[in-house]
T-cell receptor
Framework: GENVEQHPSTLSVQEGDSAVIKCTYS??????FPWYKQELGKRPQLIID?????GEKKDQRIAVTLNKTAKHFSLHITETQPEDSAVYFC?????????FGSGTQLTVLP | GAVVSQHPSRVICKSGTSVKIECRSL??????MFWYRQFPKQSLMLMAT?????????EQGVEKDKFLINHASLTLSTLTVTSAHPEDSSFYIC????????????FGPGTRLTVT
């Protein structure tokens, strides 16, 4: 089955700096790669996703890049704000099932 | 649109009892529903996938006789934890996909189960 690895597990940045989280996946059949933000005790919130026919996607301060050859994808958050502090999960989907990465605790220091 | 609800949001039960969690798609018909379990400071782990009117498909290591899933309609799936034990205490989250996009999953708010 699919295996998704996510790094780093924790990330602290100063407000206004950029944050980058990286994921790799194992199943070359995976074709949908969402990123979720989860606050404590809440549901995962989709912040951006990318499909295998696209290499990069941007939505305001958030961007995702996908390298299907290398089987890795990354989340980039620019101009970070304290409200960006949360746990971020990447995921990969093959056969419509999501496999999640282990999560990254992002802390944005004011 | 694409709202998923769960009930209850929190439940405390005694060891050995059973508890049922409901997952509803409020404004769309859910072709497929998923059940996840999330332990503190860990990721979401898929427990099972269910399609309306069919038996659920369980992930390896998930006991189907302990975690009973019923997907009786296109808007409702239930997860029953039978003979609950303290190690079943966790955050249970459901999600659903609609017919318009088979990939994007809409998540419920989760149910915090505590078994004493």
């Amino acid at each position: 089955g699919e295996n998704v690895e996510q790094h780093p597990s924790t990330l602290s940045v100063q407000e206004g700096d950029s944050a980058v989280i990286k994921c790799t996946y194992s199943d070359s059949a995976s074709n949908y790669f969402p990123w979720y933000k989860q606050e404590l005790g809440k549901r995962p919130q989709l912040i951006i996703d990318i499909r295998s026919n696209v290499g990069e996607k941007k939505d305001q301060r958030i961007a995702v890049t996908l390298n299907k050859t290398a089987k890795h994808f990354s989340l980039h958050i620019t101009e970070t704000q304290p409200e960006d502090s949360a746990v971020y999960f990447c995921a990969a989907s093959s056969a419509r099932q999501l496999t999640f990465g282990s999560g990254t605790q992002l802390t944005v220091l004011p | 649109g694409a709202v998923v609800s769960q009930h209850p949001s929190r439940v405390i039960c005694k060891s050995g009892t059973s508890v049922k969690i409901e997952c509803r798609s409020l404004d769309f018909q859910a072709t497929t529903m998923f059940w996840y379990r999330q332990f503190p400071k860990q990721s979401l782990m898929l427990m099972a996938t269910s399609n309306e009117g069919s038996k659920a498909t369980y992930e390896q290591g998930v006991e189907k006789d302990k975690f009973l899933i019923n997907h009786a309609s296109l808007t409702l799936s239930t997860l029953t934890v039978t003979s609950a034990h303290p190690e079943d205490s966790s955050f249970y989250i459901c999600s659903a996909t609609s017919g318009t996009d088979v990939y994007e999953q809409y998540f419920g708010p989760g149910t915090r189960l505590t078994v004493t």
